[in-house]
């Protein structure tokens, strides 16, 4: 009997620790299974991301804003991921092939430095490097009223008025001579900068860029007379038929006959008739 008795909690115990046994084994299970479906749907997620990530290629870009006229330093450039099917044409994959290259026109921090924005290395900086093939650079008087009330900046469009006689005893005549003349700098700034683009800013002098025939008319118009600078709209680069306007013509009134020639001497008709 006692036997029994002491059977009986040991079979007990072997029930539980199966059950125990059980328990673990089915959170092992567990544990595993969620493992494994973790491991796959990670794969799972690479492999869908993998599909869909974007190709990309390394291109220069400007680390700083490069300013017009100006050499490139080392620092200026940084290669960033760019992608692969918006790679700009000519996009440069080297910094070191742009370094001592002179940026034509500014170059904005962050957008790719392209060849055609570019001079060759070693070429000389400075206003030289903006001129097109066969131009001129000219440098026109300008005060606050012709140089646009201060609102001219480089890149600007301009018609150039003049205003002289054209013979002594003739009255003044106002004429636009030129159109559409690219202005290349005002004062001493080559770059019109953001923060002054809607600020006034006297100046003595602009710098516009002309052929050597137009360099030869802005000569002797600013030498007899006076050069007056009109500002054109962006896009506005169609040419003008102009008549030019005289004092009488602009107050409405008849523009009158020119003199008659002086009559001759009466000593030298006599002269002449005693001749014949």
Known sequence: MSSDVQQAPSMKDRRRRRKAALGIALIVVAIGAALA???????????????????VEKVAVARVDIPVASPIAADWIALVDWPAAARPVGAVTNPATLVGRVALVPIAKGEPVLPGKLVEAGARAGLATLLAPGARAVAVRVDDVVGVAGFLHPGDRVDVIATMKPRDEAPFVSKIILQDVKVLAVGKDLEQRAKDAEKAKPAT????MVTP?????????????????????????????????VPARLLGAALPPPPPPPAAPVVARVAAVRRA
């Open 213 to 245: 025939e137009e360099s030869e008319r802005l000569a002797l118009a600013a030498t007899k007379g006076q050069l007056l600078l009109a500002l054109r709209g962006i896009g506005d680069e169609a040419p003008i038929a102009t008549t030019g306007a």
């Open 37 to 55: 479906a973790a491991s796959l749907l990670t794969r799972y997620m690479d492999r869908r991301v993998a599909e869909a990530r974007v190709p």
């Open 205 to 208: 002098v602009a710098t516009v």
